[in-house]
Nanobody, 115 residues
């Protein structure tokens, strides 16, 4: 089992920044990749960014150049640095961990971008 706990969400004005954290515990040695997904009201959950154990990253087109995903293996934590936030970034952000057997999900953290 892998447990994921997100933190760092909140209310921010357009153009502002937030950093989300995802702390992993349990069978962390089985994690091959971690990612961030988001779900806005009335919309489907969508991929935001992923990072593999080897450090390769991938981003949704809508966040390229504004968001940066990273992982600190020593702290078993993944981060999502979000800059130049827009109202359309408002969503619940979920942390995801990929293992050979299954994916794991956190409970989510709400990000609201509004003036």
């Amino acid at each position: 089992q892998v447990q994921l706990v997100e933190s760092g969400g909140g209310l921010v004005q357009p153009g502002g920044s937030l950093r989300l954290s995802c702390a992993a515990s349990g069978r962390i040695f089985s994690i091959n990749a971690m990612g961030w997904y988001r779900q806005a009201p009335g919309k489907q959950r969508e991929l935001v960014a992923t990072v593999t154990r080897g450090g390769s990253t991938d981003y949704a087109d809508s966040v390229k150049g504004r968001f940066t995903i990273s992982a600190d293996n020593a702290k078993n934590t993944a981060y999502l640095q979000m800059n130049s936030l827009k109202p359309e970034d408002t969503a619940v952000y979920y942390c995801n961990a990929v293992t050979p057997l299954r994916d794991y999900w956190g409970k989510g953290t709400l990000v609201t971008v509004s003036s």
